[in-house]
């Protein structure tokens, strides 16, 4: 069975500690994965390089975590068909709202799924990626289950 491969990205290694919660939920759903850090703005060509390969290199999805002007998840769902997640991070003096509302509205042609601000939203991304995968994955499929049995038994 080919290995169920999920990319994370951020743009600065100081959004680390906000995508562990993501990080933690991927390994519950068995879902193997790199923590990559490679800004947008800060190193394009190494963005480019990682999204436009990210198929080739077996990752099926993609988050993304980003902060600020949150460009991150958009230039590489544009260079890439694997599904990408936005995190919306709270960087800045609004928040995060300036980073849901730069995740959220993508142009036709270029969807980043979006999720909620925080670790919330890193969770969350880590669940729909597992939901995505679990499509085609019985074992992934199983552990949802137990999850969402979890979750109601709290």
Same mark, same amino acid.
């Given at each position: 069975?080919?290995?169920?491969? +999920? %990319? ?52 099926? +999805? ?18 890439? !068909? ?31 799924? !979006?999720?909620?601000?925080? +670790? ?14 679990? %499509? ?12 969402? !049995? ?5």
């Amino acid at each position: 069975m080919m290995s169920k491969r +999920v %990319l994370v990205m951020v743009g600065s290694e100081s959004d680390r500690e906000a995508m562990q919660g993501c990080l933690d939920y991927l390994e519950k759903f068995g879902l193997t994965g790199d923590f990559v850090v490679s800004s947008a703005h800060r190193a394009p060509e190494r963005t480019r390089e990682i999204a436009m390969g990210a198929r080739a290199r077996g990752y099926q +999805v993609i988050i993304c975590g980003a902060g600020m002007a949150a460009a991150l998840p958009g230039v590489v769902a544009s260079m890439t !068909t694997v599904p990408v997640i936005g995190v919306p991070l709270a960087g800045s003096h609004l928040s995060g709202v300036d980073s849901l509302h730069a995740i959220v509205q993508m142009p036709p042609g270029v969807p980043v799924a !979006t999720m909620a601000i925080g +670790v919330a939203g890193g969770k969350n991304a880590a669940i729909f990626a597992a939901q995505i995968l679990g %499509l085609n994955d019985p074992e992934i499929e199983k552990r949802l289950d137990e999850y969402k !049995t979890e979750l109601a038994a709290k």
